[in-house]
């Protein structure tokens, strides 16, 4: 198994739809007086091409790399530092860079002029909490040039109809989970199993990542702590591996 290493080139985000009202790089910050609409470059902007005192990578060849948890990567204040950015990802093909975005419609302006039709070390998630991002974000993201795509729809907000959207083209298929930390709002299993459903009808593989902190199931609500919303998710034993079912 790859190793994983989390390179945040850049620090802070801006809130612009409903899955980022309980944020959690807000909420870590708030905790430490921070406040998480400042935007900064932090100290492990140049992470990927450095090396330690043997000479060698610091990050190795073979390593899947999450890129920017800490804010968005094609946040607009950061347009001033992708271009480097991206030119670290251009020399280290060894690496597999992975970013989760809800700024997909920004896309195409941010893109380095070598993309092409995507670069196979870069992947590129993009996120849908609720119906009307799934039919804004969905159809810019099924268009867009990228080598292998993953929908994450997390934190789920309500039931979510991605039928006209999902398809073969979406390899990485869809990955939904309820909403943690203070304040999280409900996610009920019906949404989790019909969104399961549909991805199974339309031979995309499925992943339930993680229950939320507040879950209904049968008809009764859950408290669910930190530490068991992964586990039991895991328990529930309905991910797929993207085989139609007839």
């Known amino acids: 198994m790859s190793e994983s290493f989390g390179w945040n080139p850049w620090h802070g985000c801006r809130k612009i739809s409903p899955g980022c009202k309980n944020c959690y790089v807000y909420r870590i910050d708030a905790s430490h007086g921070r406040d998480a ?24 060849d073979g390593s899947l790399v999450y890129t920017c948890f800490s804010s968005d990567f094609l946040l607009k204040e950061a347009d001033g530092w992708r271009a480097e950015a991206w030119d670290m990802m251009r020399q280290r093909p060894g690496l597999r860079f992975l970013f989760i975005t809800k700024r997909i419609d920004r896309l195409e302006s941010c893109l380095p002029p070598d993309w092409g039709n995507g670069w196979e070390n870069v992947e590129i998630c993009c996120t849908c909490e609720n119906q009307e991002m799934a039919d ?18 997390e934190p789920l907000l309500g039931y979510i109809d991605l039928s006209n959207h999902i398809g073969p083209w979406l390899a990485g298929g869809v990955i ?3 909403e943690s930390g203070e304040g999280a709002r409900l996610c009920r299993y019906d949404w989790i199993l019909d969104l399961r459903r549909q991805c199974a009808e339309a031979g995309v593989p499925f992943h339930f990542k993680q229950t939320g902190a507040l879950f209904e199931k049968d008809g009764r609500v859950w408290r669910i702590p930190r530490r068991s919303q992964h586990p039991q998710a895991k328990a529930a034993g309905i991910d797929h591996d993207g085989r139609i079912l007839l």
């Open 37 to 60: 609409s400042e935007i900064r470059k932090t100290a492990d902007f140049g992470l990927p091409l450095r090396r330690n005192r043997a000479g060698e990578w610091k990050i190795p």
């Open 176 to 178: 939904a989970g309820g």
């Open 136 to 153: 804004f974000r969905l159809p810019i993201y099924r268009a867009a040039p990228i080598v292998r795509k993953t929908v994450v729809c």
